[in-house]
């Protein structure tokens, strides 16, 4: 065969190639890609749905006040001009009973004086009279007989100027609770504001969206979108509420990035990890793959040198083996008339490979050999992190001898065990892990907590189709404590008495070896009051609980 020629092995190394690391690449971009757009959008969703929800609430307020302060308008219009309390008290408990608070309905004369006020007392602002020129008192006369709100010494204040035949009678007021206003704005979950229509904050979750002087700080004075303040990246929401309030929203993307950038990080790792173990293994798949080849090869090649005695065994394939037995037979043919008549052994020698060479061209063998493409097709994803996992339990569960092991190496060994779980049950399956950094040097028996991850595995779905597990580890004085709890089936009463009946005793009479073994081997190794011991609920779940001494590294 040609050696200046592309090998087989090469060909067969590129189709790998190409059906499995390019395919593994163009899928890590196109998650990454999906993953940004979806993370972006569901940012941006949350914090409009939580601006606009909020805005609703407040805007919906505000119509129910404004329609108070009107209707008290017009009662006093109608009682010729004196304030009927009963009325006006009535109209206050109807429009506000929903709010549960309400707040501070007075009626003034326009010189100043107190007409009538709903909580019994007058705020400073709306009886001094250098706040006539200043505040909602100022915005009310201004407005002339139109409702307005304006921010007054930190309040909200709504109100109208009450006029009949364009003679000003009185002036109504309604001071919000702030206990309204925080009941609407408790769920909010980011940074929020409440400002007036200049920009003056009533209400906010963080002094960061303020300025010096107590208006919206400027960075953030813009309409929705994404805002650069103080080094950091925002995404910012912003609605206006009819009624002259605006209700700003603002999301710190900072940590949202920081998260994305880590998944991304782990997305090329485990995609660049997949890339090389494929490249790694198709080196090794195309050894093995076109050893019957190279089999074919050295045996043409002994037949060009005379060597007739050469036997080709290839077994791969049904077409390999049955080249093998064509090729063999021709052989043994060969080697016959050779012994029947020596005087023609190197004519009837030339004749024979000449026959086999026109029987198997080369040309003619590679084009069959390249329809075999089976061995290109490779599920390079779930299969490899499988083989990883399980490498890595392998190495951790024969490399060495010790009795005992840090929690850090444990846990690494768990990873793995989980890793393959996960895969196995999908979203059946869920876990939940809580180490404190204090206990990763803390020595424990080795394949500590794998079996106890394997116990609920076992035991736990039952009839359930879904599993959660939390394993959890902390420090009591001078003991660790462990423990795994699930939300499966659980174990009945009964079946729960035999398992802590046999933990209790030295010889196992039970089919329990699982947590049997643990708690015996804990006893054996630590003199003390250390061991494990299980409660469970039949329906609820199962928890196991494990105590160690405390020693470190």
Known sequence: MNRETVC???SIRKTFISYSIVPVVVTALVILSITGIAWNNAVTYRNENENRETAEKISHATDIWYGMINEAAEAFLKNDGSVPKDRIAGILYEKCGEFGETGNLVMLEPSGGVLYASAGNVPYYLKEAQYMDWGILHNIRKATGITVTALSEGNICMGKAVYEKDELKCLVVYIVPDEVIKQMTGAVERFFAITDENGWIYAENSKMLRDAYGKLAAAFDTDTGYVKASGKLYYLCRTVVRNGLTVWTVDDMSDHIRV???LIGVVIMVFAGIVFITYKSTDASSEKYTADIRRIEAAFESVSKGDLDVRLNTDSS??????????NEM?????GQIAENKELATDVAFAQLKQLESQLNPHFLFNTLDNIRFMAKIDAEAADKMIVSLSGILRYTIRDTREEVTLREDLNNLRYYLNILQIRFNKRFKYATDFGDDLMDCLIP????QPLLENAIKHGFGNKEKLFVTIRGYKI???????CEDDGAGIAPEKLKEIR???????????HYGLYNIHRRIKLMYKGDYGLDIDSKEGEGTLVRIVLPRREK
Do not use: C, H, P, Y
């Open 8 to 10: 087989f092995r090469d």
């Open 260 to 262: 994305f950038l880590l």
């Open 318 to 327: 049904r077409e390999f083996t049955t080249i093998g037995n064509d090729f």
């Open 331 to 335: 052989l043994e043919s060969l080697r």
């Open 446 to 449: 080795k394949l500590l907590l």
């Open 477 to 483: 004085t001078d003991k660790l404590v462990f423990i």
């Open 501 to 511: 009946e046999s933990l209790a005793k030295d010889d196992n009479e039970t089919a």
